[in-house]
């Protein structure tokens, strides 16, 4: 921005021009300027530097804000796919299918998993070792340590969550 000086008429308005009246950038920092310019300019590249630094804080921590809102937000793994893990839970005997996969994770290095499974009309003790050997294969093979599964009969008519 260009001024005109009040008392002699001069132009002024670059850093390195010299005015009796407003000394440029160079005198004030070689100390031919008043003190009042000096903490004008000490001020103003003092906000530049904590900008500076802000910024660079803002940058770097980027990648945390995300990961974190990746798990606040429950998401699944990334390197975790949920069909890799149903045809898994597929190959344990006594499983005919599989549907409702869920899989998040919980920080840490946590990771839950909900699903449903349908299974032959069986015992409930059968039940019971059908479900342990769900988890066991997952937490083997994909380091799954929260399941929960829920098991539905073969069988049922349809309005019971059947296929029959």
């Not at 850093?15 to 003190?35: A, F, K, N, V, Y």
């Not at 904590?50 to 660079?56: D, F, K």
């Not at 606040?72 to 599989?98: D, F, N, Q, S, Y």
């Not at 059968?126 to 380091?143: D, G, M, N, R, T």
């Amino acid at each position: 921005m260009l001024d005109r000086c009040p008392t002699c008429g001069k132009t002024t308005g670059t850093l390195m021009e010299t005015h009796p009246d407003r000394p440029g950038l160079m005198q004030i920092l070689s100390g031919e300027s008043t003190e009042a310019h000096r903490i004008i300019v000490t001020i103003a590249l003092c906000v530049i530097v904590v900008l500076a630094i802000g910024l660079l804080v803002l940058w770097s921590s980027i990648g945390i804000l995300r990961d974190s809102a990746h798990i606040l937000l429950e998401g699944r793994p990334k390197e975790m796919g949920i069909e890799e893990v149903a045809r898994t839970i597929l190959r344990v005997e006594g499983v005919m299918e599989v549907h409702d996969v869920h899989i998040w994770s919980l920080g840490g290095g946590e990771i839950a998993m909900s699903c449903h499974a349908r299974v032959p009309d069986m015992h409930l003790d059968k039940c019971e070792s059908l479900l342990s050997a769900i988890k066991q294969v997952l937490a083997q093979e994909f380091s799954i340590g929260h399941v929960t599964v829920q098991l539905e009969r073969a069988g049922l008519p349809a309005h019971l969550g059947g296929n029959a």
